[in-house]
């Protein structure tokens, strides 16, 4: 079971529990079709993105069970700008093992903000819950994606070849893990 104390705080970035106050950002970046370019869902207009933000993020902040996520606003300390999200799911109780995701705004690509925010998950799911294993995934073509899991120590376990049709295309997924040993081994002293 996992119920952080929130704010989060990174040394650029505060993670915090999603509020209804966060439409209009949160609208701003998941209406991009370069955003939602490699997920499940089509650019949201301003009802879809109340209906997600109230139904999937909102009120998910802690992790009582197995399937249960922690899904958070990611915003930057020194402008209070909301640039992103980030997730902490309990996939296994029985396997101890975790899924991290993410989505940022492409403004704010390239400065880091995206690896700071899931180090941060990481260090959530193995020191605060000890989970054994924390799993990533990504559509295949989403290289920023790929190079950002393994610059946080996350290894290649799987490249799944036109594992889904999504969009009206087979797209492949690769599948990235860490284990928390290894994650214990490459933290800084």
């Not at 993670?15 to 939602?36: E, K, M, N, Q």
């Not at 704010?108 to 903000?113: L, R």
């Not at 260090?123 to 920023?144: K, P, Q, V, W």
């Amino acid at each position: 079971m996992l119920k952080p104390t929130y704010p989060l705080e990174t040394p650029r970035l505060r993670l915090r529990p999603f509020t209804l106050g966060d439409l209009t950002a949160f609208h701003a970046i998941y209406s991009r079709p370069d955003v939602v370019r490699y997920l499940y869902t089509e650019p949201l207009d301003l009802d879809g993105a109340r209906e997600s933000l109230e139904r999937k993020k909102t009120g998910r902040t802690e992790l009582r069970e197995e399937g249960d996520a922690l899904c958070l606003a990611v915003e930057r300390r020194d402008t209070g700008e909301l640039i992103g999200d980030c997730m902490l799911r309990w996939a296994s109780e029985a396997h101890s093992g975790g899924e991290i995701g993410w989505v940022f705004d492409p403004a704010h690509h390239g400065h880091g903000y995206a690896t700071e925010a899931a180090r941060e998950l990481l260090r959530l799911g193995f020191a605060e819950m000890r989970l054994h294993r924390i799993h990533a995934s990504c559509d295949a073509r989403n290289t920023a994606s790929a190079r950002m899991m393994e610059r946080l120590g996350m290894r290649r376990e799987a490249h799944l070849v036109e594992n889904e049709f999504v969009k009206g295309e087979w797209t492949d997924e690769f599948v990235y893990a860490l284990l928390r040993r290894e994650w214990e081994a490459g933290r800084p002293s």
